[in-house]
């Protein structure tokens, strides 16, 4: 690990202030000590946030929850609203991390955790997300794990994270601080950027912008789940995640959010795919047409070929259980 400069951060403005220049935030660290030790990144200054006032979970004026940045992710999963409201929230949790990690991770640093691509943790092997301009080794080697959307030729890397896919299902909002002192509040949709011929540029966030909490909606009406395909039944990244709230009423659906996991660079969510099922009579036929819709520009790069099939079961066996035509899984 290279040497580097340690700032413990009192106040918002304090951190944001210390974070100018390209500075890392620092609280769980669950992902970035072990980015650091290999030599991944190599921050010239981390900012300690952990002693800031963000920890809190709390209800809104319209019903919703705002969540602190530094809420671990095992105390919101086991928040009473949370799985009383929000259950699939609560369920994306409990199927990310060992205890011992979610004890330590927060609510702002999962949805800034970095990619498990093999390339990029290994230095030895070209990575346009860790140098760019060095090429994509994932794209010629063993890519199973990796996108089948949204990616581009300059990077096939994923986004790992189980809680910002349930999140986007939500439609949460992601409320943070520039460094000028300025609030924002944006769509969780729009946090995350699509590589493109930039994969180094993963969220929209400004020099020294720090996270500062999560909104969410009044809980939404309809079924709630978390689907994920994965290589072992604890402790592993998403193959294909799928979080779904739907709502079948009079015999139709008159909601569908459905976010995805695995499949790209950022939590998944395809609009059209939510109109295609709205205000349609659930079926085998109509769950297919959704499918096609979702999996229309899908591209395997070999190993990963598996995903676009597995996408389709995943997709149909989630609307098959919200409709009431298949036991829950």
């Known amino acids: 690990m290279r ?14 202030e210390a974070a100018r220049g390209g500075a890392t935030f620092i609280a769980g660290g669950t992902n970035l000590l072990d980015l650091m030790k290999l030599e991944v990144m190599a921050p010239d200054r981390l900012v300690d946030i952990t002693r800031l006032d963000l920890g809190a979970i709390e209800r809104t004026e319209v019903g919703g929850l705002r969540i602190g940045a530094l809420v671990t992710n095992a105390d919101l999963a086991a ?21 011992q990690l979610r004890n330590k991770a927060t609510t702002g640093g999962n949805l800034l955790q970095r990619t498990r691509c093999h390339y990029f943790y290994d230095t030895s092997q070209s990575c346009n997300k860790r140098e760019p301009g060095s090429g994509c080794a994932a794209l010629g080697g063993i890519n199973r794990i990796h996108a089948i959307l949204g990616a581009s030729e300059h990077c096939i890397a994923t986004h790992p994270s189980d809680m910002a896919v349930a999140l986007l299902a939500l439609d949460a909002e992601v409320e943070t601080e ?3 002192g300025a609030r924002r509040m944006r769509p969780l949709a729009d946090l995350h950027r699509l590589p493109g011929d930039a994969p180094d540029r993963e969220t929209v966030l400004a020099d020294g912008e720090l996270i500062t909490a999560v909104v969410l909606p009044s809980a939404p009406r309809g079924h709630q789940a978390y689907r994920k395909a994965r290589d072992r039944a604890s402790y592993a990244f998403a193959l294909v995640s799928l979080a779904s709230v739907v709502a079948v009423e009079n015999g139709r659906i008159a909601r569908a959010s459905l976010a995805f996991g695995g499949l790209a660079p ?6 059209e795919v939510e109109a295609t099922l709205i205000g349609e009579v659930p079926s085998e036929e109509l769950f297919d047409r959704a499918a096609d819709v979702l999996l229309r520009e899908a591209k395997g790069h070999g190993h990963n070929d598996f995903k676009i099939p597995l996408t389709r079961r995943v997709l149909k066996a989630a609307l098959r259980e919200a409709a009431g035509m298949e036991k829950p899984a």
Not at 89 to 94: E, H, N, P, Q
Not at 266 to 271: G, H, L, N, T, V
């Open 3 to 16: 040497p580097f400069d340690y700032v413990r951060a009192e106040d918002t403005g304090s951190a944001t």
């Open 79 to 99: 928040h009473g609203t949370v799985r009383r409201n929000y259950p699939v929230l609560s369920r994306a949790l409990l199927a990310g991390a060992s205890g």
């Open 178 to 180: 520039t460094a000028d």
């Open 266 to 271: 950022k939590p998944w969510r395809d609009p």
